[in-house]
């Protein structure tokens, strides 16, 4: 029987939390000192035999909201690019189709280029890109763009360098 102490408040029991072994003051039917360990007891001591939404299959959780058994739940979180084939991981409301931003471009080009001028058209349109042109960074929607001010009179030379 635990022993009972008096304080401001009443009488309480002096115990020891079941989780980190504590010494507090409570009532009768009180484990534990605090909150998080009444969480952190349950969560590694109480199992639930839930069934899998997918599979159908019965299995043992910790979480009474889990819905999906492991080998589902990584079917489902797991990926394959589109572009490069590389797995990727996902959580289970996104719906993303690429395993990266360079994967997701419509357009694929050597990023590179001009890394090493070692041709006349390079250097001339190295050259054009650094008078006509600048790169914005759109940090909204975390991409750079190529902007590009020309006049009507040079869709033709666009159309070129694209």
């Not at 304080?7 to 039917?29: A, D, I, M, R």
């Not at 159908?56 to 999906?68: C, D, L, S, V």
Request: aromatic content about 14%.
């Amino acid at each position: 029987m635990p022993l009972m102490v008096k304080t401001e408040k009443g009488y309480f029991y002096k115990k020891h939390c079941l989780q980190c072994n504590k010494e507090f003051l409570g009532v009768k039917k009180r484990k534990f000192c605090s909150i998080k360990c009444s969480v952190l007891y349950r969560s590694k001591n109480r199992k639930y035999s839930l069934k899998c939404k997918k599979c159908g299959k019965i299995f043992h959780g910790y979480n009474p909201r889990q819905f999906y058994c492991d080998i589902c739940k990584e079917e489902l979180t797991s990926r394959t690019c589109i572009t490069c084939g590389k797995k990727f991981f996902i959580k289970l409301s996104e719906k993303k189709k690429y395993c990266s931003k360079t994967c997701e471009r419509k357009y694929l080009f050597k990023e590179d280029i001009f890394s090493e001028i070692d041709t006349f058209e390079k250097a001339y349109w190295y050259g054009f890109l650094m008078g006509d042109g600048h790169i914005r960074l759109d940090e909204k929607r975390s991409i750079r763009e190529l902007i590009l001010g020309l006049g009507k009179k040079d869709y033709g030379h666009l159309i070129k360098f694209a």
